[in-house]
């Protein structure tokens, strides 16, 4: 079984589930979870996790997200994109001036309604269930954070728009109130997901991509290893005396871990004498002493506290 992340370029017409799915049967493995749904007509940025990465699902779904979008203004649809049923339609007037006044006004953190059509649940049941079935209930506004909005193009009735923002916004109710703002009306016409945290459009791999490397056995080398995930950490390894409570998430005396110092490219390990953490970060990552990787671990008094496991059984070099 593979552990890691892998970043797909989700192909239009796939659900998140969709892309899961595919890939189950391309890598021949069941432990395989997305780090947050991206819209069918979506593309883009969808980082996977599998084996044991998979408790990096919701730490990677807490990310911010970066999109571009194409906003259709005059038409209203009951989904806030094209997919959607039209349900009003409006002349457009407004000037570019106007356009990216009105979109500009939502930078910062705002209050967002999310739209019917979404997987988000009211009493149990899924809102775009609900839809579906012609019944529309009352939501409750939800804080979403925009750190950047620019309009980068303007064709009338079309515009497009480039937006990082925190997790659980909704681009195509952006779009949506965008144009409520405007008084024309506005829904999405397309949208590109560009980035999850640290992760581009350039480190994406469309599934034909990953179907051919595994068929050529060369899957894993397109697997982020789950510790490039922390290299924001320093990094220490225990001596051999304490691999074995290491691997099972037990405490670790102080004194049987040696500091590696944060952003070390060489892996050289630095021991040092006393509190492991003076003056680092107060996680970091564990590896045993052959430099397969363990955890995250933290200080706790003269000893080292588990905080995540990861270890796999493996033996694997170390890569700081």
């Known amino acids: 079984m593979t552990d890691g992340v892998l970043i797909v370029n989700k192909p239009a017409g796939f659900t998140s589930h969709d892309v899961v799915a595919k890939l189950r049967g391309i890598l021949h493995q069941r432990k395989i979870g997305h780090t947050g749904t991206l819209d069918p007509d979506a593309t883009g940025v969808l980082p996977v996790c599998?084996?044991?990465?998979?408790?990096?699902?919701?730490?990677?779904?807490?990310?911010?997200?970066?999109?571009?979008?194409?906003?259709?203004?005059?038409?209203?649809?009951?989904?806030?994109?094209?997919?959607?049923?039209?349900?009003?339609?409006?002349?457009?007037?407004?000037?570019?001036?106007?356009?990216?006044?009105?979109?500009?006004?939502?930078?910062?953190?705002?209050?967002?309604?999310?739209?019917?059509?979404?997987?988000?649940?009211?009493?149990?049941?899924?809102?775009?269930?609900?839809?579906?079935?012609?019944?529309?209930?009352?939501?409750?506004?939800?804080?979403?954070?925009?750190?950047?909005?620019?309009?980068?193009?303007?064709?009338?009735?079309?515009?497009?728009?480039?937006?990082?923002?925190?997790?659980?916004?909704?681009?195509?109710?952006?779009?949506?109130?965008?144009?409520?703002?405007?008084?024309?009306?506005?829904?999405?016409?397309?949208?590109?997901?560009?980035?999850?945290?640290?992760?581009?459009?350039?480190?994406?791999?469309?599934?034909?991509?990953?179907?051919?490397?595994?068929?050529?056995?060369?899957?894993?080398?397109?697997?982020?290893?789950?510790?490039?995930m922390f290299r924001h950490l320093p990094g220490v390894m225990t001596a051999e005396d304490a691999d074995a409570a290491a691997h099972n998430g037990n405490f670790i005396p102080e004194e049987l871990v040696s500091v590696t110092a944060p952003g070390d490219a060489s892996g050289e390990s630095e021991t040092l004498s006393g509190t492991p953490a003076a003056g680092r970060a107060e996680e970091a990552r564990l590896y045993d002493s052959s430099g397969a990787f363990v955890g995250i671990f933290r200080p706790d008094g003269k000893r080292w506290k588990p905080v995540q496991m990861f270890w796999t059984g493996g033996i694997k070099n170390r890569e700081n």
Do not use: N, W
């Open 50 to 228: 599998l084996g044991k990465a998979t408790k990096l699902c919701s730490f990677l779904t807490d990310e911010t997200k970066s999109y571009e979008a194409v906003v259709l203004l005059g038409t209203e649809t009951d989904t806030q994109d094209v997919s959607g049923h039209v349900t009003a339609q409006r002349p457009v007037c407004c000037s570019e001036e106007e356009i990216r006044t009105a979109t500009l006004g939502f930078l910062g953190p705002q209050m967002q309604i999310p739209p019917m059509y979404s997987a988000l649940k009211k009493d149990g049941k899924k809102l775009y269930e609900l839809a579906r079935a012609g019944i529309e209930v009352e939501r409750e506004p939800r804080p979403v954070t925009f750190y950047d909005i620019a309009v980068t193009d303007v064709e009338l009735p079309r515009f497009r728009i480039r937006v990082t923002c925190s997790r659980g916004t909704y681009i195509r109710t952006l779009c949506h109130d965008i144009g409520q703002r405007l008084g024309c009306g506005a829904c999405m016409e397309s949208l590109v997901r560009t980035r999850v945290g640290r992760f581009s459009l350039e480190d994406a791999r469309s599934l034909e991509e990953i179907s051919e490397a595994a068929e050529a056995g060369k899957a894993e080398e397109l697997v982020i290893p789950v510790d490039a």
